[in-house]
């Protein structure tokens, strides 16, 4: 089992950068491919941004160029890094893993979910 927990969310303005971390334990998670899913009032979860175990990333079109997803094995930690905020990015943002995700970008595919952390950008 992992146990996954988000942290870094807030309230902050349009156009500043805001870092989410997810801590894992149970497991290490250098096996895991992980991933950022994130879920606004009345719309579904919708892909974020993943990261193999190799470090090989994938991005939403929505965020590619202002959000940048890490890892860091030795802290089990998986990190999002979101630049240029848009209050359209407001949402829960929850983190996600799994061994072998069948399609990264894809919720079905992983086991293990953290509680999410509220992101409200306003402009």
């Known amino acids: 089992q992992v146990q996954l927990v988000e942290t870094g969310g807030g309230l902050v303005q349009a156009g500043v950068s805001l870092r989410l971390s997810c801590a894992a334990s149970g497991r290490t998670i250098s096996g895991y491919a992980l991933a950022w899913f994130r879920q606004a009032p009345g719309k579904e979860r919708e892909f974020v941004a993943s990261?193999?175990?190799?470090?090989?990333?994938t991005y939403a079109d929505s965020v590619k160029g202002r959000f940048t997803i890490s890892r860091d094995n030795a802290k089990n930690t998986v990190y999002l890094q979101m630049s240029s905020l848009k209050p359209e990015d407001t949402a829960v943002y929850y983190c996600?893993?799994?061994?072998?995700?069948?399609?990264?970008?894809?919720?079905?595919?992983?086991?293990?979910w953290g509680q999410g952390t509220q992101v409200t950008v306003s402009s």
């Open positions: 996600a893993a799994d061994s072998r995700p069948t399609k990264y970008d894809d919720s079905r595919s992983y086991d293990y």
């Open positions: 990261i193999g175990w190799s470090g090989g990333s």
